[in-house]
């Protein structure tokens, strides 16, 4: 999950000032984390302490208000929303990573990837993106290889998996959809070489930076591996004590 959180705050600067490029600074003054990881880390949480994931995104997206989320969610969090809203958007997708790392069957993964999002983004699309990316990395970190990953995602879920980011990086806009930004993010993660390059494949097609580096990094860090620790120490100094704390538990239990 650590590469989520690690995507997530290395894009943070470009959501608002997209880029277009490979080659940029990872890190500045100006990265830090948002939603995203808020998001992720109460997904952790529920499955360390076996809670509901409702329960645990609403106390910590109330805990850190401003972490930019988007305005249907900010109702939700408050109440004005009681119950799921039917959203594709993206949000599902984003924090779902702890699911792939932690559980042990596929069938389990696509249940509890299920679980997560129709608390909140109920709507077909916005399951479906959070599945994809939960069971990339299931398969990710059980030693699939990209083209088997791909295969899978493909047969699973009907994304065109096939492009390439040369061809897709030109015209790509901002898109908070699920159907818009997940498969970018997963062809983003088969085109890297290594968790950086995830990182920065994700980030240069210009979109939303944070959220689909998030999305390629979780897959990133379930295939490659370990994250280099340069990135790691940057990315631990700017969570609070509490993150790091749940962060290093669940990668102690579940990588």
Not at 67 to 77: E, H, N, T, V
Request: glycine share 8%.
């Amino acid at each position: 999950m650590l590469g989520a959180i690690a995507g997530d705050i290395i894009g943070s600067r470009f959501e608002v000032i997209p880029t277009k490029s490979l080659d940029f600074q990872l890190f500045t003054d100006l990265n830090v984390f948002t939603d995203d990881t808020v998001l992720t880390v109460a997904i952790a949480h529920a499955i360390l302490n076996r809670q509901s994931y409702e329960r645990s995104l609403r106390y910590f997206g109330r805990r850190y208000p401003d972490a930019g989320y988007g305005g249907s969610f900010i109702k939700w969090l408050s109440g004005e929303l009681p119950g799921p809203y039917y959203s594709f958007g993206n949000g599902s997708a984003m924090r779902v990573s702890p699911v792939g790392f932690a559980f042990s069957s596929r069938t389990q993964v696509m249940k509890e990837a299920k679980k997560t999002a129709e608390v909140s983004h109920n709507h077909p699309e916005g399951i479906k993106g959070a599945q994809a990316i939960a069971l990339g990395v299931y398969l990710a970190k059980r030693g699939y290889s990209k083209k088997q990953i791909r295969e899978e995602l493909v047969r699973e879920f009907d994304y065109d998996l096939e492009r390439n980011l040369r061809d897709i990086r030109p015209g790509y806009q901002f898109d908070v959809t699920c159907q818009g930004s997940v498969p970018e993010s997963i062809i983003a993660f088969l085109e890297s070489d290594d968790f950086v390059s995830a990182i920065r494949n994700a980030i240069s097609l210009g979109g939303d930076s944070d959220t689909m580096a998030s999305m390629a990094g979780a897959l990133a860090q379930a295939y490659y591996g370990n994250i280099p620790e340069t990135i790691t120490h940057q990315i631990y100094s700017r969570l609070p004590e509490e993150f790091r704390e749940i962060v290093i538990v669940f990668e102690e239990h579940y990588l």
